[in-house]
């Protein structure tokens, strides 16, 4: 910047203003120089007599561009009379000459030229309109927020806030659009919560054991989808497959995994004769191009309705109990998660269940889950509750281990899935 003296007469339409013009100095800036920094004392103003000027808001978080102004054009006068700092930067564009005026010249005008005060109180009041006017779309954006109507064109419309509001509308801007990008993917877990339960089957689906079997379950995923699943599902008019299982990790990728093994055990178990051959085959398939390492446990078997045989294989999953003749069995584990190595499988053992036997599956959601003091519910307590629960119809039985299980958590937040699933041989 460089200043110097230049007899010029200038015609403002105000007197007063031109002759203080004609006798102040003439400052010429270049491209990028800055005339009015935000913040800044408002020392005195400027008269643009040639050039262009970029106005700026300034804020932690960006930096807006407001306006363009060219020559002929009086700036920084509002500062000046209000004796309040800068409200925003302004640049030069380009070469820049302009007058310097200082605030106790200003203020002399002001006191002897009613027409220019008038200019600048109109032009405050301008700028007043336009927050109003601003102020007035961010509410109206908060409205639309809170009714889940919120458009994110508005987002367009925040972009060029008045400067007095910048770091405001910045910080609505980031909340706003935060909020929208959370609701989008809530929308999208919620189609996938749903395409979940879509994996899972309808009571309908046992239609052909009706009056030999009764069997209820049910799953409560720790987020909107979970790595939890069960099934069950007719092989023939006398055989009925049931499984439940619990993939590693939480969240999408965990029931991505889940779909994969429930259509793949379904595929092998229709296609092979033996729990045994239909788990090596599961785990073949889910060995095969696994890069993400993912696995699970799982507990299958086939119950012969006529016979009472169930032949079940336990990969590493949570043992059931079979309710049987008054005592209490573990079905323990006869192999490894499926997914982890190929060629190694779990085998397959057998039990004969009598008519009334009773079978409880379930994850380690149950008896993992904590209450406030990171104390679990353990396996002591769900198997305290199988005399009670086993003489109950089979929805009870889930909903009372449910129950306990809330109970006993209380306030503490849910931090796996939970899955069970009660049977009844009749």
Known sequence: MSAYRQTRTLDTGLAPLDDLLDSSALVRFDDGDVLIRQGDLSECAYYLTEGSVAVFAESPFERVRLATIEAPRLIGELGVLAQYPRTATIEAIGPVVARRLTGPNLVEIGTGAPDFLLSVISQLGRQLDGMNRALGLYANALSALEKREFDPRILDELAHPAPQIVTFAATFKRFAEQIVDKRRQSDELASAALIQRSFLPRPETLKGASGRLDLHADMRPARDVGGDFYDFFMLDKDRVAIAVGDVCGKGIPASLFMAVTMTTLRSAAMEEESVAAT???????????????????????????????LEYGNCGHSAPYLLHGGTVEALTATGIPVGLFEGRSAKSRTATLAPGDFLLLYTDGVTEAEDLERLQFGTTRLEDMLPEIGNTDVGGAVRRVFTAVDAFAGRAEQADDITCMALRFN
């Open 279 to 309: 788990l090596a085959r599961t785990n073949a398939s889910l060995c095969r191009d696994n890069d993400a390492n993912m696995f699970a446990t799982l507990f299958y078997a086939v119950l012969n309705l006529s016979s009472g045989e």
